[in-house]
């Protein structure tokens, strides 16, 4: 763990890997809950996490170096299950790098529980975690200036959903209807971090239209 200034109220964590920054950010939000840490906002990365609003930045990174942090545990409560149509243009080339079809890619994916790591990139875009290393897919070589809203899509250890059209060179396996972000909803975004996450499949490679 290393703790580095950010501004005159802000710390931010780095940790070995993104297990440990999880694990690490579900800590500090049971802390926060039980009025033991103080600190305006959490926000956690891919092997980071920042606290903002923070009273005494170098009491509170001695603080941190002594916390004990315990594993990951799953966040109580029911998945979220996205219903996906798994038709992306990518999802053969993903299927061959796993060295299976595209009907069995598309249901080992289906079979994985996933949960969401942090979120970024756009509002509603949660990147998450669960897929096994050797299911670890590249991006494209060649970024789409256009991803259509609701493509499901793969990069590195990642699963994300699109909230809205974008470029992106994540590989495209399916799509859905569902809104990952609604203004007027709230939360706004379906998908915030801790959350665990399932994908159901609406028809799958080889089903009838």
């Given at each position: ?98 060295g299976l079809g595209a009907r069995e890619a598309a249901l080992a994916h289906a079979a994985t529980e ?72 709230s939360p706004a975004a379906l998908l915030t971090p801790g959350a665990r996450v399932r994908f159901v ?9």
């Amino acid at each position: 763990m290393r703790c580095l200034p950010a501004g005159e109220s802000a710390l931010l964590v780095e940790l070995a890997d993104g297990e440990r920054a999880e694990a690490l950010h579900a800590e500090l939000l049971r802390r926060r809950a039980t009025g033991e840490l103080r600190v305006v906002e959490i926000v956690p990365a891919a092997r980071t996490v920042l606290l903002d609003g923070v009273e005494n930045p170098r009491q509170l990174a001695a603080w941190l170096r002594e916390l004990p942090v315990p594993p990951l545990e799953a966040r109580a409560g029911g998945a979220v299950e996205i219903p996906v149509v798994y038709d992306g243009p990518d999802l053969a080339e993903v299927a061959a790098h796993w060295g299976l079809g595209a009907r069995e890619a598309a249901l080992a994916h289906a079979a994985t529980e996933f949960r969401v790591a942090f979120c970024g990139f756009a509002p509603g875009f949660a990147y998450l975690t669960g897929l096994p290393q050797n299911r670890s897919v590249p991006r494209r070589a060649t970024p789409r200036t256009a991803v259509p809203k609701g493509s499901l899509a793969l990069a590195g250890p990642y699963t994300g959903v699109y909230p809205r059209s974008s470029p992106g060179g994540w590989q495209l396996i399916g799509t859905t209807d569902l809104e990952m972000w609604d203004a007027d909803r709230s939360p706004a975004a379906l998908l915030t971090p801790g959350a665990r996450v399932r994908f159901v499949p609406r028809r799958l490679p080889g089903d009838a239209p």
